[in-house]
Nanobody, 112 residues
Framework: QVRLVESGGGVVQAGGSLRLSCAASGSIFSFTMGWYRQAPGKQRELVAHISGSGTTIHADSVKGRFIISRDNAKNTVYLQMNSLKPEDTAVYYC???????WGQGTQVTVSS
């Protein structure tokens, strides 16, 4: 089972940017990888995912502001978050599709 470690979260003012990283303990080559988030009192939701060939899909709520990318050589997936809003505040998790394991998540807090 691949282990996933998220990092890069923090506290930022509205309009600011953060870059999240997800490092996998094994190869991510050919696997679809996704970023999810869970705000307090809400269900976990899919933010973006990227296929093994690099095709990306972003949720409407983040389209034009967030960008998912991957570096297969480093077994790492990224989420560049720009123009952050208070409603983006959540714990962000990455996921390897087809596997049940989750990382510990990284907290993102956007202040108004």
């Amino acid at each position: 089972q691949v282990r996933l470690v998220e990092s890069g979260g923090g506290v930022v003012q509205a309009g600011g940017s953060l870059r999240l990283s997800c490092a996998a303990s094994g190869s991510i080559f050919s696997f679809t990888m996704g970023w999810y988030r869970q705000a307090p009192g809400k269900q976990r939701e899919l933010v973006a995912h990227i296929s093994g060939s690099g095709t990306t899909i972003h949720a409407d709520s983040v389209k034009g502001r967030f960008i998912i990318s991957r570096d297969n050589a480093k077994n790492t997936v990224y989420l560049q978050m720009n123009s952050l809003k208070p409603e983006d505040t959540a714990v962000y998790y990455c996921k390897m599709f087809g596997f049940s394991a989750w990382g510990q998540g990284t907290q993102v807090t956007v202040s108004s």
